[in-house]
């Protein structure tokens, strides 16, 4: 297990200082950040006989952050900033909340998953925006992990390594505007008879006073509208990948010596050869930038896919 209390980055906050002395802002300790994570690791090998090997290595990870405080009872620091999307310390809570707008919610009502009625207009069918920003998401995965297996039968081996994480969330520029733009299969809603026809329903909305919705609104609207709440571009950036696989043979040693050396192994190797996630827009593996911007894409490529082989040797 792991412990560990530490300062934050360094922000320019606005202090007090004289304009006398010719600044107007100084750089400052921004808070206190404590870090707390569990990390496990085993190697196994579960099967071994005289012809065959079954290897396994596993490891595990999960931390679990706060911000105790900030400089001067702060209660908030923009860290980074995106399309409308905020990335914040907020005091008392996870570093790395995603902050943005959400559509109204009425919470005298309570579905059956335990959320609140989206409030949609009486004369559009269309959600309402909130009147403030609110806490979308944090990009912070509850744990990442990965497994590798190894099998080995006589000169031949298999290896298999998957990793990824669960939790987490990220904001999806592409689907913020994909979704605005009616490029994405999800937007296809509403117009399976023709381009608005039968028009989009808003899945349990109700309106202001509290009625169930029963218009539909024009299904490009619909679409059109999302552009102005970030919420259905929080996405959950859960996945896992089967990261590497690697069969080879070792060459019997007579055919090494033809060529010159006492051994040598052929190998077919993968690299990135499919993904499993809980979205279907976009690679949740994702990095924007290299500062404290993170939980963000924006026109992301999917991590590239390669297959090739390699020949190894021993003198």
Not at 256 to 267: D, P
């Amino acid at each position: 297990p792991t412990s560990s209390r530490k300062s934050s980055p360094d922000q320019i906050l606005p202090v007090s200082i004289s304009s006398a002395t010719g600044f107007t802002s100084a750089v400052v300790n921004s808070g206190d950040v404590r870090n707390r994570g569990l990390e496990l690791a085993a190697t196994i090998t579960p099967v071994q006989t005289r012809d065959f090997r079954w290897n396994l290595v596993a490891n595990w990870a999960k931390n679990t952050n706060k911000v105790l405080s900030l400089y001067n009872g702060v209660q908030r620091i923009i860290v980074g900033s995106f399309w409308n999307v905020n990335v914040t310390a907020d005091s008392g809570a996870a570093y790395g909340n995603l902050v943005g707008y959400k559509w109204m919610r009425d919470d005298s009502i309570t579905l059956a998953d335990g959320t609140h009625p989206i409030v949609v207009d009486t004369a559009t069918g269309l959600p309402i925006r909130a009147a403030t920003q609110t806490v979308l998401g944090n990009y912070n995965p509850d744990w990442v992990g990965g497994i590798s297996n190894t099998f080995t039968y006589k000169r031949v081996s298999l290896s298999v390594s998957f990793d990824g994480q669960w939790g987490g969330n990220v904001y999806s520029v592409t689907d913020w505007f994909g979704s605005q733009a009616g490029v994405l299969k999800g937007t296809l809603a509403g117009r399976e008879v023709d381009w608005d026809n039968p028009g989009y329903l808003v899945p349990n909305a109700v309106y202001q006073d509290g009625t169930p919705d029963t218009t539909r609104a024009h299904a490009q609207d619909y679409f059109e509208h999302l552009f102005y709440a970030n919420e259905d571009a929080i996405l959950n950036a859960s996945y896992i990948k089967l990261r590497d696989l690697r069969l080879a043979v070792e060459l019997p040693d007579k055919w090494a010596n033809v060529l010159g050396f006492s051994g040598a192994t052929f190998a077919v190797v993968g690299h990135n050869l499919m993904l499993w996630d809980k979205q279907d827009v976009i690679d949740p593996e994702t990095t924007f930038d290299t500062g404290n911007r993170q939980g963000v894409e924006n026109g992301q490529l999917p991590t590239a896919r390669s297959i090739g082989f390699s020949l190894s040797v021993r003198p």
